[in-house]
């Protein structure tokens, strides 16, 4: 077992997800929630809201306390750990937080500042992005590291994205040069559900979870909520036949790429027709939604 890997094995785990661009459906968030409801954790550290957030963008919220006291609760990012210092081999601490609107590279020196203060030895992030998935199918679960000792150990893929990215990158990317072993994991949300939270999706990621760090993640009402969230789905396709014919749509390219028999051909073959009754361009540009016009 190489040096990364004890990191994540053995050692004092942060686990990350910020609320925003990279948590689609409430999943990384929700997942992180989880935990924290789970975890005898404290709050260890604090950024200040005044240098990172924008108010118009990310605004306060006014909130009524147990004894009735009405308080504002102004946006930001915490970090949480064990009530012993430092913890012990093992522990597992969290971040959670908004993505900040400014001073990303600053908000990033804080962070890992914090980190390094709890002897952190490895970062796990939690992601969520909307997607051409079926909500009817297991939710899609991609694993990537920039760290090669990782990716060979748990038999992940280096990302090959290029675009826009949010603050979980930046801080993957200041962390693996601080030499901290870096992973992501991130799940694949149903677009047309967007609006909703997707506990189906914090299951999802909860099962990676458990496969990387040693927690165990109580599910509790996880599973009910999951499965009323399909029903209620379904629910509103069996409304709407451009909806229910979308998603049948996905749900036999979803069922063709996942083929035992699938060549890359055919599946390249059945992603150009997928496109083509979505009247999508062969770079990926869509237009508007298949259903509910009008």
């Given amino acids: 077992m190489t040096a990364?890997?004890?990191?994540?094995?053995?050692?004092?785990v942060l686990v990350v997800a910020f609320e925003g661009w990279n948590d689609a459906g409430d999943a990384a968030t929700g997942t992180v929630r989880l935990l924290q409801e789970q975890l005898a954790l404290v709050p260890l550290a604090s950024v200040d809201p005044e240098d990172y957030y924008d108010y118009q963008f990310t605004r306060p919220t006014v909130a009524a306390g147990e004894d009735g006291r009405r308080s504002i609760r102004w946006p930001g990012t915490t970090l949480y750990g064990p009530a012993v210092e430092n913890g012990e081999p093992g522990s597992v601490y969290?971040?959670?937080?908004?993505?900040p609107s400014r001073s990303w590279k600053n908000f990033t020196a804080e962070i890992l500042d914090a980190a390094l203060a709890a002897d952190v030895t490895a970062v796990v992030f939690l992601g969520a992005m909307l997607a051409d998935v079926p909500h009817t199918r297991p939710i899609s679960i991609f694993s990537t590291s920039e760290n090669p000792d990782v990716r060979r150990t748990f038999a992940v893929e280096r990302s090959s994205y290029e675009g826009p990215v949010g603050i979980l990158s930046v801080i993957a990317?200041?962390?693996?040069?601080?030499?901290?072993?870096t992973l992501s994991i991130w799940a694949s949300v149903p677009h047309y559900v967007h609006n909703a939270p997707s506990p189906k999706a914090v299951l999802a990621l909860a099962d990676r979870l458990e496969e990387i760090i040693d927690v165990v993640i109580e599910r509790g009402e996880l599973l009910a909520d999951a499965a009323e969230w399909e029903q209620g789905i379904d629910a509103l396709a069996d409304e709407d036949d451009e909806m229910?014919?979308?998603?049948?749509?996905?749900?036999?390219?979803?069922?063709?790429?996942e083929s035992p028999d699938a060549s890359g051909d055919a599946i390249a073959e059945e992603f150009e027709r997928y496109l083509r009754r979505r009247g999508d361009k062969p770079d990926g540009r869509s237009g508007d939604e298949p259903w509910g016009k009008g």
């Fill in 244 to 257: 229910a014919t979308y998603i049948q749509q996905l749900e036999q390219a979803r069922d063709t790429v």
């Fill in 4 to 12: 990364d890997v004890e990191s994540f094995s053995r050692g004092r």
């Fill in 94 to 99: 969290l971040l959670l937080g908004i993505e």
């Fill in 173 to 181: 990317d200041a962390a693996e040069a601080l030499g901290m072993p």
